[in-house]
């Protein structure tokens, strides 16, 4: 059974900082891209940033220089440090676990999401 458990939201004031963290298990975490999406009141939910298995980072414009990814393949853990947090990044922030695959030359794909953690960013 496969588990992704995040944790680390709440309430914060504009310019302050938050670190959720998410805990897998029931995968082979070290195989699995790591990811973080987020999904604001009204919106879709976006890409935020994600982590390779070999630690690549990769983040959507408007978090860079804010946000940090990061991810302990010994705990089956990733990570995201947000600073100078701004009121556009309220949202409910998911952990993704993505691990793809060809079957015949087609492209696979197992996927997995955590329940979400509220992220709010008022004065």
């Known amino acids: 059974q496969v588990q992704l458990v995040e944790s680390g939201g709440g309430l914060v004031q504009p310019g302050g900082s938050l670190r959720l963290s998410c805990a897998a298990s029931?995968?082979?975490?070290?195989?699995?891209?790591m990811a973080w999406y987020r999904q604001a009141p009204g919106k879709q939910r976006e890409f935020v940033a994600a982590?390779?298995?070999?630690?690549?980072?990769n983040y959507t414009n408007s978090v860079k220089g804010r946000f940090a990814i990061s991810r302990d393949n010994a705990k089956n853990s990733v990570y995201l440090q947000m600073n100078n947090l701004k009121p556009e990044d309220t949202g409910v922030y998911y952990c993704?676990?993505?691990?793809?695959?060809?079957?015949?030359?087609?492209?696979?794909?197992?996927?997995?999401w955590g329940q979400g953690t509220q992220v709010t960013v008022s004065s």
């Open positions: 993704n676990a993505e691990f793809s695959y060809l079957v015949m030359g087609l492209r696979r794909a197992s996927t997995y």
């Open positions: 029931g995968i082979t975490f070290n195989i699995y891209h």
């Open positions: 982590a390779t298995p070999g630690g690549i980072t």
